[in-house]
């Protein structure tokens, strides 16, 4: 959904849903309608106060990333002929210049005060063949793209920073070191160019090797499978899209263990804020259970040190739970939530009568609530999950996430967060996401600026 004021473009599609045809098909589909009365005056029933710290309990610091994409022809007369681009910011917000921007008197963010703020302007960029590109001489548009990936992820984006790493290294890391390409329970591992099966193991200091078969370069990053979607001649969007994402929730890692590294203290003072689920959907779909491990190795850190959780707030504005919490909007009293736990979702969202045991169990690491602030702005939010693994019953995971006392401060810190950069220019963003959207404010570049901000504005001192 477009921020209000943006057109929707939606033309046309009323007269095809008229369609005769179509409304038959429909009348055999299962699909979310708007509640009744009754039925949506029993669904908000279920909601309760939004908790808050007292005082509310802000970070000094956070951390808001955007991406977007785009999957161009090289030329306007050679259409088929395409390169994919994606571009990531993140977008360092210090709460005390947020409050310099916004006029006291109208709460309106003073856009000639944002603009200056967005003089250091810095989006990390990846560049990647699409159809018809064959990239270093590769012999096909698939094992190209695999090598640009790698080419990109493995350079370091940081310009020399201190604590620097590669992406590739961060994925390392988070692997405990060790990943292996191809690796399923019944082989060791195989080759994503001819598909002979060998074991392809790497390491920080080796991270490319020969396939012994084809002699074509393996890639530690081919084990995100971003290259399974790339045709020779079809339309990479999609790969686009998943590398986008996967790129986005790993640069946030690489900040967060960059931060940690450094010192682990001051990320109780940050927020991280994600335009989106906190998931990983289709071919890496499974760095989300490294992520989720990471998250939980880093709190178990934290706790050590008496700290609290760490928070990252995934913000969705558009969706399945959007669109329930729009109907459902005129029917909840303002500053009261809900956590979305499984039963919820598949009830009266997802309209399904074989739900799955439990939710997003292959591409989720973080749960999703539904929040109407005091204001009466609705917004869906997630946390991470509080665990490390999904090991076990997936029915006792499925409830074990939704337990709130699990989550500890998270929701009302992630409540608060919401509540104080809430903003009226737009619906349901919040002041950094709308930020990183319209032009990196402060744009970071990994191990760069956060660090040094770290040490000059003393964010590692305890207040
Ligand atoms: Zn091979």
């Excluded at 999703?368 to 869906?380: A, M, P, Q, S, V």
Aim: hydrophobic share 40%; charged share 25%; aromatic share 8%.
């Amino acid at each position: 959904m477009p921020y209000k004021g943006e057109t929707a473009g939606k033309g046309g599609h009323a007269d095809f849903v008229r369609n005769p045809d179509v409304q038959a098909f429909l009348d055999e589909c299962d699909y979310m309608r708007p509640p009744s009365d009754s039925e949506a005056n029993a669904m908000a029933a279920t909601f309760f106060a939004a908790p808050a710290g007292i005082p509310s309990e802000l970070p000094r610091y956070v951390v808001a990333s955007d991406a977007s994409k785009s999957d161009t022809p090289i030329n306007d007369k050679l259409p088929s002929t395409q390169v994919g681009f994606i571009k990531v910011s993140q977008v360092l917000i210090g709460m005390d210049s947020y409050a310099e921007l916004v006029d006291p008197r109208s709460r309106f963010v003073d856009p000639f005060k944002a603009a200056e703020m967005h003089r250091n302007a810095d989006a990390l960029t990846f560049t990647l063949p699409g159809s018809n590109v064959r990239f270093q001489g590769a012999k096909s548009v698939k094992d190209g793209f695999r090598r640009a990936v790698f080419k990109q992820l493995s350079a370091d984006r940081t310009r020399g920073g201190p604590n620097h790493a590669a992406l590739s290294t961060v994925l390392l890391d988070i692997n405990d070191g060790e990943i292996r390409v191809g690796h399923t329970a019944s082989r060791a591992g195989q080759c994503p160019s001819c598909g002979a099966e060998h074991e392809f193991t790497f390491s920080a200091s080796v991270q490319r090797k020969n396939c012994p078969t084809c002699d074509e370069t393996v890639f530690v990053t081919d084990w995100l499978r971003l290259h399974e979607d790339i045709s020779d001649f079809g339309n990479n969007a999609s790969a686009m899209t998943r590398m986008m994402n996967a790129i986005e929730h790993l640069l946030m890692v690489a900040l967060i263990q960059q931060v940690f590294i450094a010192d682990p203290r001051a990320l109780g003072r940050m927020a991280f804020v994600m335009d989106g689920p906190l998931a990983i959907f289709g071919q890496p779909a499974k760095l989300h259970a490294r992520i989720m491990a990471f998250l939980a190795k880093v709190n178990a850190r934290l706790r050590d040190l008496d700290q609290e959780a760490i928070l990252v707030v995934g913000l969705q504005k558009t969706g399945d739970v959007m669109d329930h919490a729009n109907l459902l909007n005129r029917f909840l009293p303002n500053g009261v939530m809900r956590i979305l736990d499984d039963d919820y979702r598949y009830r009266y969202i997802k309209g399904s009568d074989s739900p799955a045991e439990n939710f997003g169990h292959e591409t989720y690491y973080g749960q999703d609530f539904l929040f109407k602030t005091e204001k009466g702005r609705i917004f869906n939010f997630a946390v991470p999950y509080p665990f490390a693994v999904k090991s076990g019953d997936p029915k006792k995971f499925s409830s074990a996430k939704a337990e709130l006392r699990n989550y500890g401060s998270l929701i009302a810190r992630a409540c608060d967060l919401i509540r104080h950069f809430e903003l009226d220019l737009y619906e349901s963003a919040i002041v950094p996401v709308a930020l990183a959207h319209r032009h990196a404010s402060i744009s970071i570049v990994p191990g760069g600026k956060v660090l040094d901000i770290i040490a000059k504005t003393g964010l590692n001192k305890n207040l």
